[in-house]
Each structure stands twice: as structure tokens, then as C-alpha cells.
């Protein structure tokens, strides 16, 4: 599927690519509508019906990826309660394998994530994967989310990798159009960044189940 001739840089995405996108689903999805309705005295089906709308209009935007911002919108310590259920973060089947085999090539490995810093640091911290990247990139630090056109330019100003010879890999199909946009010349999803759900059927976008079928 990749000509890894033709690839020098490998930007690669955290959550639903690298990480397994349940943790991130069960705690938006059921967690926090949980213990928000118990901190408003709601029920789950009303708290739900007022966090679904909000959630659905972040989408997208640098906010949706903030804890600060839903900390302060919920009034809850968001940081607090995924570190509650963080033993449910999880790296997907075979990412190790493929992170190590990229190790041993001579191409640029960036981890580049919508991530808030500190959702990222206890990610890090629990899947242990940091020594694989030579750099992390985390959007927040350009005031965009990867969606968005402006990250790609301020990005690649900043790094210098050449659009050609890049390979992104991404779960997100808009954060891909973001990056097909710009120019970025080898693309790559992910058909199942949610283990406890089904694969998804992706025509856009070359797409993989897990990371053996592109080793390099």
C-alpha cells in the first residue's frame, strides 16, 4: 500500500490511530454525562440532552480538544476524572511493532495531536510510547486544531518537512481533507480506532485495520 522508498517524514495521530479511541468515546459518551448529571441532580437522559448539542457544536474547533474549556463549561475537573478511568487507556494491536520497525528506519516520526497538554501528558505517562517520536506536536500550541488550514501552514513553517515525500496517518477523515488540502502527498486512516465498535467502511482514504499492514 506505501512505497517507503518515497516517504521521509511520518506524522502519525494519537487518539483512534495510536490509542485505542474507546477510552476517549466511553468517557465523553457516558463518563462525563454521568457525573454530570449527578453533580446537577439530572437525570442521564437530561444531562444528555444538554451535553450532545454542546459537544456536537465544538466539533472541529480547537475547544473541543481543551480541557480548560469544558472544565470551566460543566464546572467539572476534567483532568481529574480521566484520570480517574485512566487505567482504560489502551495502545492499539501492533502500534509498538510498527513505532519500533519505524525506529530503526532513517525517517522523521512526529506525533502530531489535537490533544490537550495535559490529557497528552497522562496518555504519555500510561502508554509510555513518547521515546518513539522525535517530536510532539500538540495543535493547542497553535492556536488551531489539525481540521483547520492555518495548522497545517504555522506546522510545517515551523518543521520544514517536505508535503511529498510525508505520510500522515489519521483516524479523523476532516483532519485528512485538512491535510489533503494543504498538500499533503501520502494520506492514511484508520477503519477501527474504537476496538469495541465495528470497522468502519472508509472509500476516501486509503485505510488500515491495524499497523501490520503497512510495516515498513
Not at 489533503?180 to 467502511?201: C, E, W, Y
Request: proline share 4%.
Amino acid at each position: 500500500m506505501l512505497n517507503w522508498n518515497k516517504i521521509n517524514t511520518v506524522l502519525l495521530d494519537m487518539d483512534g490511530t495510536l490509542l485505542d479511541l474507546n477510552f476517549d468515546n466511553h468517557f465523553w459518551l457516558e463518563f462525563v454525562p454521568q457525573r454530570y448529571a449527578q453533580k446537577n441532580q439530572l437525570s442521564l437522559a437530561q444531562a444528555m440532552a444538554i451535553l450532545v448539542p454542546l459537544f456536537k457544536s465544538m466539533e472541529g474547533k480547537l475547544e473541543w480538544y481543551c480541557l480548560d474549556y469544558w472544565s470551566d463549561a460543566l464546572e467539572l475537573d476534567i483532568v481529574a476524572l480521566k484520570t480517574e478511568i485512566a487505567d482504560l487507556i489502551s495502545v492499539l494491536p501492533h502500534v509498538t511493532e510498527f513505532l519500533t520497525a519505524l525506529q530503526q528506519t532513517d525517517k522523521q516520526v512526529l506525533l502530531v495531536t489535537n490533544a490537550h497538554r495535559d490529557a497528552l501528558s497522562l496518555k504519555m505517562e500510561k502508554t509510555c510510547l513518547q521515546p518513539f517520536f522525535e517530536q510532539i506536536i500538540c495543535s493547542h500550541d497553535f492556536g488551531y486544531a489539525k481540521e483547520h488550514a492555518k495548522f497545517w501552514t504555522a506546522f510545517q513553517q515551523q518543521q520544514g518537512w517536505e508535503k511529498q515525500s510525508t505520510l500522515m496517518v489519521d483516524d479523523s477523515l476532516p483532519v485528512l481533507r485538512a491535510a489533503q488540502a494543504f498538500g499533503v502527498r501520502h494520506l492514511m486512516s484508520i477503519n477501527l480506532p474504537d476496538t469495541t465498535k465495528a470497522i468502519r467502511q472508509i472509500s476516501e482514504f486509503p485505510a488500515i485495520r491495524d499497523f501490520r499492514e503497512i510495516m515498513p
